[in-house]
């Protein structure tokens, strides 16, 4: 329940019958219980909020299903304050518009099915929540019995209705998640799939050798742990996705897991000589990796419905499912992760030069240098238009900051021979973000917006870091 949700303006879009109905009966609430339970109501939750908000997250922390993505130190510098606030707002003195209530309960929701905490664990909390409440006010604040009775039930009442409205929202927005997951597994995420199971062959064949160089020379090696390697990066970020449900995948990880942790220790410059039967062990290995990604590359179907048609790149209705999948990643392993909002400068110039033929021309060109510039692990987005964003995985800001700067600067070198208008050049400007602890991806595209944006205000052409964004 984030404080940045609840300051919004309520949306004016229509509601279906079920909002209706929890709007009818909310409403019905307000009105039957009048000023003086209201007014009472708001003096109890005000004085039990910051109690009801600790038990509320202390709840969520220990229930199995949510303490992985929840952290102390996200609930002590921002959701416990904004329980808090959404106690208030539900609870004022005045009669509230429920329409505005009900919409941001709504948006709550959806927030919750982004960052994926399962409803049931927030009923758990709010009951949690309501018991607190109630301890808090057992002595009726000095109430008459009838009075406190009603205060109690409105309180009750009011914070059922609430989660009803987040659950429904939630509930709408995770089939529509689950449903862009499963097209998702169902087509590439490379452009060419042969081409990606050559690279991906390469990639393992490549830090293999430089390890076994290193070792014939007795030197440490230079190419680290398989994990970390591209094709370990690429397994980790893509085959995971795409290879999803294929026994073979958990597999080919415990393989790699086996190389890191047990033959690459008995490989190292401190052991003693040179260990014939792990070097045995690496070599049966890697060729069993190789022989089971083949076999996943070659079990897919060549499916390319999930790429915007101009540039190839994935299309957008990816992206919350991707990066959504990425922050979580990041938030449970403490890895980096980085995206780059990418925007053609003075677009429209171009297509009221060229046509659009010639804008469809950059887009392209634009896009293949985005391609260029990332590694099979990252992920490039069409968002929209001439913008576009990159997802770079274990990525700290400097270095995607040093990403931004090389694509920016390729596409400044690059002189684009456009119909109709001839040779011209075309810049871009880039903002770029880190992930810095909130669940919800939005907030980091949100950071990396402005930076794009402080880009374009500065003159263009430029790349630019979001300031810390940490609520």
Same mark, same amino acid.
């Given at each position: 329940?984030?404080?940045?949700?609840?300051?919004?303006?309520?949306?004016?879009?229509?509601?279906?019958?079920?909002?209706?109905?929890?709007?009818?009966?909310?409403?019905?609430? =307000?009105?039957?219980?009048?000023?003086? /339970?209201?007014?009472? $109501?708001?003096? %109890?939750?005000?004085?039990? !909020?910051?109690? +009801? @908000?600790?038990?509320?997250?202390?709840?969520?922390?220990?229930?199995?299903?949510?303490?992985?993505?929840?952290?102390?130190?996200?609930?002590?510098?921002?959701?416990?304050?904004?329980?808090?606030?959404?106690?208030?707002?539900?609870?004022?003195?005045?009669?509230?518009?429920?329409?505005?209530?009900?919409?941001?309960?709504?948006?709550?929701?959806?927030?919750?099915?982004? =960052?994926?905490?399962?409803?049931?664990? /927030?009923?758990?909390? $709010?009951?949690? %929540?309501?018991?607190?409440? !109630?301890?808090? +006010? @057992?002595?009726?604040?000095?109430?008459?019995?009838?009075?406190?009775?009603?205060?109690?039930?409105?309180?009750?009442?009011?914070?059922?209705?609430?989660?009803?409205?987040?659950?429904?929202?939630?509930?709408?927005?995770?089939?529509?998640?689950?449903?862009?997951?499963?097209?998702?597994?169902?087509?590439?995420?490379?452009?060419?799939?042969?081409?990606?199971?050559?690279?991906?062959?390469?990639?393992?064949?490549?830090?293999?050798?430089?390890?076994?160089?290193?070792?014939?020379?007795?030197?440490?090696?230079?190419?680290?742990?398989?994990?970390?390697?591209?094709?370990?990066?690429?397994?980790?970020?893509?085959?995971?996705?795409?290879?999803?449900?294929?026994?073979?995948?958990?597999?080919?990880?415990?393989?790699?897991?086996?190389?890191?942790?047990?033959?690459?220790?008995?490989?190292?410059?401190?052991?003693?000589?040179?260990?014939?039967?792990?070097?045995?062990?690496?070599?049966?290995?890697?060729?069993?990796?190789?022989?089971?990604?083949?076999?996943?590359?070659?079990?897919?179907?060549?499916?390319?419905?999930?790429?915007?048609?101009?540039?190839?790149?994935?299309?957008?209705?990816?992206?919350?499912?991707?990066?959504?999948?990425?922050?979580?990643?990041?938030?449970?392993?403490?890895?980096?992760?980085?995206?780059?909002?990418?925007?053609?400068?003075?677009?429209?110039?171009?297509?009221?030069?060229?046509?659009?033929?010639?804008?469809?021309?950059?887009?392209?060109?634009?896009?293949?240098?985005?391609?260029?510039?990332?590694?099979?692990?990252?992920?490039?987005?069409?968002?929209?238009?001439?913008?576009?964003?990159?997802?770079?995985?274990?990525?700290?800001?400097?270095?995607?900051?040093?990403?931004?700067?090389?694509?920016?600067?390729?596409?400044?070198?690059?002189?684009?021979?456009?119909?109709?208008?001839?040779?011209?050049?075309?810049?871009?400007?880039?903002?770029?973000?880190?992930?810095?602890?909130?669940?919800?991806?939005?907030?980091?595209?949100?950071?990396?917006?402005?930076?794009?944006?402080?880009?374009?205000?500065?003159?263009?052409?430029?790349?630019?870091?979001?300031?810390?964004?940490?609520?």
């Amino acid at each position: 329940m984030d404080s940045a949700v609840l300051a919004v303006e309520a949306p004016k879009a229509q509601v279906d019958a079920g909002q209706q109905a929890i709007a009818r009966e909310w409403e019905a609430l =307000i009105a039957q219980a009048g000023a003086e /339970v209201r007014q009472a $109501a708001a003096e %109890l939750v005000g004085r039990g !909020a910051a109690a +009801g @908000a600790d038990a509320f997250y202390q709840a969520l922390q220990a229930h199995p299903d949510a303490r992985t993505l929840l952290t102390s130190q996200m609930v002590n510098e921002r959701l416990r304050r904004s329980l808090e606030g959404w106690l208030g707002q539900l609870f004022r003195r005045e009669a509230g518009d429920v329409t505005a209530l009900l919409a941001v309960q709504e948006q709550i929701g959806r927030i919750h099915a982004r =960052i994926r905490v399962p409803v049931h664990a /927030v009923l758990h909390g $709010a009951r949690v %929540l309501k018991r607190e409440l !109630a301890l808090q +006010g @057992a002595d009726g604040a000095g109430l008459p019995a009838g009075l406190a009775s009603r205060v109690r039930q409105y309180i009750y009442v009011t914070i059922d209705l609430a989660v009803e409205a987040m659950s429904k929202a939630f509930s709408s927005d995770m089939q529509a998640a689950a449903e862009t997951d499963g097209i998702y597994h169902a087509v590439t995420v490379s452009q060419d799939m042969p081409l990606e199971r050559e690279t991906q062959r390469a990639a393992l064949l490549e830090w293999s050798q430089r390890l076994l160089f290193d070792l014939c020379r007795g030197q440490p090696s230079s190419s680290g742990q398989l994990a970390g390697s591209a094709f370990g990066m690429w397994m980790r970020h893509k085959g995971s996705l795409l290879f999803r449900g294929l026994p073979e995948l958990a597999k080919v990880e415990a393989l790699m897991a086996r190389v890191d942790q047990e033959v690459l220790p008995a490989l190292s410059p401190e052991a003693s000589g040179l260990n014939t039967p792990a070097l045995q062990e690496l070599n049966a290995a890697l060729g069993d990796i190789g022989y089971l990604v083949d076999g996943m590359f070659a079990a897919l179907e060549n499916m390319e419905g999930g790429r915007d048609p101009l540039t190839r790149t994935l299309n957008r209705r990816f992206l919350p499912t991707i990066v959504g999948r990425e922050v979580a990643a990041a938030a449970r392993t403490g890895t980096p992760f980085s995206v780059l909002m990418v925007d053609v400068d003075h677009f429209k110039a171009v297509n009221d030069r060229g046509g659009h033929a010639a804008g469809d021309k950059v887009l392209r060109s634009v896009a293949e240098v985005l391609l260029q510039c990332t590694r099979s692990s990252d992920f490039v987005f069409r968002y929209g238009g001439e913008e576009f964003v990159v997802a770079l995985v274990e990525t700290p800001l400097g270095r995607a900051m040093e990403v931004a700067e090389r694509i920016r600067r390729r596409i400044a070198e690059t002189v684009f021979d456009l119909p109709q208008s001839g040779p011209q050049h075309v810049t871009v400007s880039i903002g770029a973000a880190e992930y810095e602890g909130h669940p919800d991806y939005t907030v980091m595209l949100e950071a990396a917006d402005r930076a794009l944006y402080q880009a374009k205000s500065a003159g263009r052409n430029r790349c630019q870091a979001a300031a810390a964004w940490r609520v």
